[in-house]
């Protein structure tokens, strides 16, 4: 052949590989995007309760220990889903799982639109939580054991993008309700009921879409190993990885990763220091410190604390509806440096960032003098203090908040990642949990207060990540079994 002939054969298979990446790639972004709909539902849950705080107050009478007991309920059924989600769904799989989460968060949805009492709407919102729990659990696992080891990063945020954009809907969605009925969201919806059981009730209509797209997404292909089931695995593999001879390599890896076929149980995450493995607990702490920064406080009671701080209604949902723009628009910016710059970097970025922001807030309330027993902001610290606000969502958002997912979702092993991956979201629910249900009382006493914790908590992620996280860009699922400890943190990416 001549050198001609050899030069256009070598760009024709060049082009055809680069055909055969492009289409693996796309089926990958459209799996990791199926199955980070369970993030949209954690998401919209998460902000719903945000435009009804003020109308379950008025409407069930509740004193600020109970409204925050209320709003934070759903947590703790997220913490059970979490808990149980990884050992689930290595016993009956990932999708089993999904869909069944999409079912239970439906009659959560009705149950807390016709919610007859604080106690009523109180055990609905658990049973939704148990939903998103486990929601919370199968995505990050499922996305990170489908996706190639170069997009795992740009895929795994999807959950966190999925996230925002449901905290982004529920918003719009409660300020367009609120705005259509005739006194906000403590008055009646033009098609009858009260706005905030409107507010509720739509949250059906993504559960019902997750549990569609749950019906026609494969099974993950490590799970299937797991199972014996190498052919199903190979013909998923085979559209992910576009190449067949990587994917009987692959299907070796993987058998050599999980080592055993026995099922996988909570004690398999012991270790010999503090009870468990220093991946888990490293896992544990991300998550945590992903909580105690205090950002589900602008979610969950965004509007209510804009409001207390001289805002309008309609203007204070408003502000919680920019807020969740810049949730949005932080998001795709981290999706875009994941996977150039690194996990690390973008996590001390952010924790700095958080931790001065979350100051300026600290000090903006602490100094603002009390008027009816809230804060009242003036011309200087409110603008001061709605900026520093939206820094620090974008501070989160562009980094903690997609990157401690990206991590949970692969950072573990393959034998051992449904269960500790399990383990880690349990305690951020929890976490979550502590962080919403002592607010109010935080507030009673002082905004500052309550800001300055934040600060000190964010500041200390700073400190953890610094000293104890390790790099996980580009290294396959199989490999990280290495990951031991911070002194792989400068190790170069696998290839």
Request: aromatic residues 10%; contains cysteine.
């Amino acid at each position: 052949m001549t050198t001609e002939g050899r030069g256009a054969a070598e760009q024709a298979a060049e082009h055809a590989a680069d055909h055969a990446e492009g289409s693996s790639a796309a089926v990958a972004a459209m799996l990791a995007g199926a199955a980070a709909l369970g993030g949209f539902l954690f998401g919209y849950d998460s902000s719903v309760i945000n435009g009804t705080v003020d109308a379950l107050r008025q409407q069930f009478h509740l004193n600020s220990f109970w409204i925050g007991f209320v709003v934070s309920s759903a947590l703790l059924g997220c913490a059970v889903g979490a808990w149980f989600a990884g050992p689930l769904a290595d016993r009956i799989g990932r999708i089993k799982v999904m869909v069944g989460a999409a079912v239970i968060f439906v009659i959560s949805s009705l149950g807390s639109a016709l919610a007859f009492s604080a106690a009523d709407l109180t055990f609905w919102r658990v049973v939704g939580g148990i939903a998103i729990g486990t929601a919370s659990v199968i995505a990050p696992a499922y996305i990170a054991e489908i996706a190639p080891a170069n997009l795992r990063g740009r895929l795994g945020s999807l959950q966190q993008m999925a996230i925002v954009l449901g905290i982004f809907a529920a918003l719009v969605v409660n300020y367009v309700i609120a705005r259509m009925s005739d006194g906000g969201a403590t008055g009646t919806f033009p098609w009858g009921g009260s706005s905030w059981r409107w507010m509720f009730g739509v949250a059906m209509l993504p559960a019902v879409l997750y549990g569609v797209v749950s019906l026609v997404i494969p099974e993950s292909p490590r799970y299937l190993v797991k199972k014996g089931e190498i052919r199903r695995a190979k013909q998923i593999l085979q559209r992910l990885a576009g190449h067949e001879a990587d994917v009987d390599v692959k299907i070796g890896r993987i058998l050599r990763s999980l080592a055993t076929d026995r099922p996988v149980h909570l004690r398999d995450l012991r270790g010999e220091r503090f009870g468990l493995l220093p991946i888990v607990w490293i896992g544990i702490l991300l998550s945590v410190f992903q909580q105690f920064v205090g950002i589900n406080v602008i979610f969950y009671y965004g509007t209510t604390l804009w409001h207390a701080a001289g805002f309008g209604e309609n203007d204070a949902m408003l502000t919680s509806v920019i807020n969740s723009m810049v949730n949005v628009g932080s998001t795709l910016i981290a999706i875009a440096l994941v996977d150039k710059v690194g996990r690390r970097p973008l996590l001390l970025f952010g924790a700095g960032l958080m931790a001065v922001t979350l100051c300026v807030m600290a000090v903006c309330f602490a100094t603002a003098p009390v008027v009816d027993g809230n804060p009242k902001l003036g011309h200087v610290a409110g603008p001061v203090a709605l900026v520093a606000a939206n820094l620090y969502v974008f501070g989160f958002a562009s980094t903690w908040g997609p990157i401690v997912w990206v991590m949970l979702g692969e950072m573990f092993n393959n034998f051992i990642r449904a269960s500790a991956l399990a383990v880690a979201a349990a305690a951020q629910w929890i976490a979550n949990w502590l962080i919403t249900v002592t607010f109010p009382w935080l507030s009673g006493m002082s905004l500052g207060l309550a800001y300055g914790l934040y600060t000190a908590f964010a500041a200390l992620a700073f400190v953890f990540v610094w000293r104890s996280v390790p790099e996980t860009k580009g290294r396959e699922l199989e490999d990280m079994d290495k990951l031991r400890g911070p002194e792989h943190r400068r190790q170069p990416s696998a290839t």
